[in-house]
């Protein structure tokens, strides 16, 4: 069973930055640094539908990016550690909300990041706060 676990929430004042990670593990997989999934992020308030932020192929490195994060958030995916970040820059009041890593199964090659109704693994998130 592949487990998420999120790390690097905090309150931060606006324009400030944070790096979020997630420790990704229980692929089946003979080496991690070949290991070719879409992982990604995604953010939920309350009251409001989780929405996806970003998302990233492993080992390829193809990403993708919703409009409202896209100059400011960077994914990534350390191969070694199979650690997903996101390094989030001129953070808004806005970015405020829970993020979750998610993940796919290894046989899954669509759009990535997918919709939050197709992910096949969830982290249990990690609180983000922007003050104005």
């Known amino acids: 069973q592949v487990e998420l676990v999120e790390s690097g929430g905090a309150s931060v004042q606006a324009g400030g930055s944070l790096t979020l990670s997630c420790d990704v593990s229980?692929?089946?997989?003979?080496?991690?640094?070949?290991?070719?999934?879409?992982m990604g992020w995604f953010r939920q308030t309350p009251g409001k539908e989780r929405e996806k932020v970003a998302g990233?192929?492993?080992?390829?490195?193809?990403?993708g990016y919703v409009d409202s994060v896209k100059g400011r958030f960077t994914i990534s995916h350390d191969n070694d550690k199979n650690t997903l970040y996101l390094q989030m820059n001129n953070l808004k009041p806005e970015d405020t909300a829970t993020y979750y890593c998610?993940?796919?199964?290894?046989?899954?090659?669509?759009?990535?990041?997918?919709?939050?109704?197709?992910?096949?693994?969830w982290g249990t998130g990690t609180q983000v706060s922007v003050s104005s």
């Open positions: 998610a993940a796919m199964n290894q046989q899954y090659y669509g759009s990535c990041p997918p919709a939050a109704s197709l992910v096949h693994f």
């Open positions: 229980g692929y089946t997989v003979s080496t991690y640094s070949l290991l070719s999934v879409c």
């Open positions: 990233i192929y492993t080992s390829v490195g193809t990403t």
